[in-house]
């Protein structure tokens, strides 16, 4: 019996044995339920498919703590909403299992504060990048030069002109979204100093009676030439320093060199003709003056004389509403599409606001040959068109490429009073009012000057502006028929 009862203990033990081993197997066999992931990183819009694993008898309920992050179907495919964590959920068998979820929000743009720009070799420029959207999880971007001979690039966007020739600057997102913007700079040899160049005239001060010519003599250090020109023909006009007294009034005459160093002037005062009668002339309001007695000049067009007609008179009401405290200042922004709506703004406050390329299309709008569309200089020469803008101009005018400095055009008979020109070197529009003079809203030189960092017209013109004749031209508006 005692060795019955043995056997029977260990036949028992031995099942058990079998037993634990069967189920062993049997977890090694079949793993657990689970999701395929518990942690997750995606970009705002992408999706991805979660699973569960495993023995599931019930039906399986997905739910996200955050659907304003992250969405989850039925099925559960993951929708990336937007920058965020949340914590998805799948219950099955009255389990719940969960994954935490990192939505990145991806660059969408990179732009520059520059397309094009041109410099000498030897200086610096810093362009500036503006990435988007600013929730980006990373904005910063990667600078680099396609020659680094030509010109260099910091890392915080800084540019060193290295030698002459053009490269292209690119700066490119870092967070792998591909996004980037690119600048293409023109490096020019360096400037030469200018040797000492003088003008002088015979005289500083004139007085003339209407009707009568006087003559003023030019004296340059090596005898270059000079461009005659005065601040209002409708006071006294000069031709090669022979001065034509028109009627009462004050007037500047300015005598340029060509090369551009250097300007003499001379105030003249021309008082009333003898036979003038003791009448009070009525006084012109000079917003709407026409100054239709002032003819096109050698190769100017009708139409140009028209337009520097219209911007005279925009000039003429500049000034006599700085005599009366009236403010006109420079701004890219705030400033008002029409002359009207100009006139308007400063009446009701006392200010208004212009720009350099907004003086010219307003003159263009009220002759009709453009409408609210808009068209500006851009560093490097070129022009943004706006709408069909373009082909509103071409309807009367000639858009010209000619990459030359003012006494190259000047030389060749190729700059013309009216001609609405852009800068290589400046993002900027101004238009020749002839005899080295322009009109400009937008540079200083004789048109006004800044007042607590903010620039203020005293003039539109014509006058000198700075660093007209050493700078280049890159296209020419140039009104025809």
């Known amino acids: 019996m005692e060795h019955a009862g043995r056997r029977k203990w260990v036949c028992s033990l031995f099942f058990v044995f ?7 197997f049997a977890a090694l066999a079949a793993p657990g339920t689970g999701l395929n992931k518990t942690k997750l990183t995606l970009i705002k819009g992408a999706t991805e498919q979660l699973t569960l694993s495993g023995e599931v008898s019930g039906k399986i309920t997905w739910k996200s703590s955050k659907k304003s992050v992250v969405t989850v179907s039925a099925t559960g495919r993951l929708t990336a909403k937007k920058k965020g964590t949340a914590t998805v959920t799948a219950r099955a068998d009255g389990k719940t299992y969960r994954c935490k979820v990192t939505v990145k929000q991806p660059v969408t743009s990179v732009r520059l504060n520059q397309k094009s720009i041109a410099i000498s070799a030897g200086k610096t420029y810093t362009l500036k990048a503006t ?3 600013t929730n980006a999880n990373l904005r910063t971007v990667a ?9 260099t690039v910091t890392t915080k966007g800084k540019l060193k002109a290295v030698s002459s020739g053009t490269a292209v600057i690119t700066a490119a997102a870092k967070d792998g979204s591909g996004k980037k913007a690119t600048c293409k700079i023109l490096v020019k040899a360096p400037a030469q100093p200018k040797a000492d160049k003088t003008v002088t005239l015979d005289s500083s001060s004139l007085t003339l009676q209407a009707g009568k010519t006087g003559t003023l003599k030019a004296t340059t250090s090596d005898g270059s030439k000079v461009a005659w020109g005065t601040s209002d023909r409708n006071i006294v ?4 320093g022979t001065l034509t007294a028109k009627k009462a009034g004050t007037a500047t005459i300015a005598a340029r060199r060509l090369d551009g160093a250097m300007t003499a002037f001379c105030k ?7 036979n003038a009668t003791n009448q009070t002339e009525p006084k012109k309001d000079t917003t709407t003056d026409t100054s239709a007695d002032i003819k096109p000049q050698a190769g100017e067009s009708a139409l140009a004389r028209k337009f520097l007609n219209v911007l005279q008179n925009y000039s003429n009401r500049v000034q006599s509403d700085s005599t009366n405290g009236s403010v006109w ?10 002359w009207s709506a100009a006139l308007s703004m400063i009446q009701k406050k006392g200010y208004t606001y ?6 010219p299309r307003w003159a263009l709008r009220e002759l009709g040959i453009i409408d609210s569309t808009n068209f500006w200089g851009l560093a490097g020469g070129g022009i943004q068109f706006r709408g069909n803008v373009k082909e509103q101009l071409l309807k009367h005018c000639e858009i010209i490429k000619v990459y030359k400095t003012p006494n190259q055009l000047l030389s060749e008979g190729n700059l013309l009073p009216g001609d609405i020109c852009t800068w290589v070197e400046y993002q900027h529009t101004n238009v020749y009012a002839g005899n080295n003079l322009w009109y400009d809203s937008g540079r200083s030189g004789a048109v006004g000057g800044y007042q607590n960092g903010t620039f203020v017209f005293k003039t539109f013109g014509p006058a000198a502006t700075v660093n007209m004749s050493g700078t280049t031209v890159g296209y020419i508006i140039r009104l025809v028929k």
């Open 237 to 240: 006009t000069v031709s090669n």
């Open 354 to 359: 212009c720009n350099c390329a907004l003086l």
């Open 329 to 338: 200042r420079y701004s890219n922004s705030g400033a008002a599409s029409t």
């Open 143 to 151: 600078w680099t030069s396609s020659d680094k001979s030509i010109v």
């Open 18 to 24: 079998l037993l634990w081993m069967s189920i062993s």
């Open 268 to 274: 003249v005062t021309v008082t009333a003709s003898a």
């Open 131 to 133: 990435v988007k959207p």
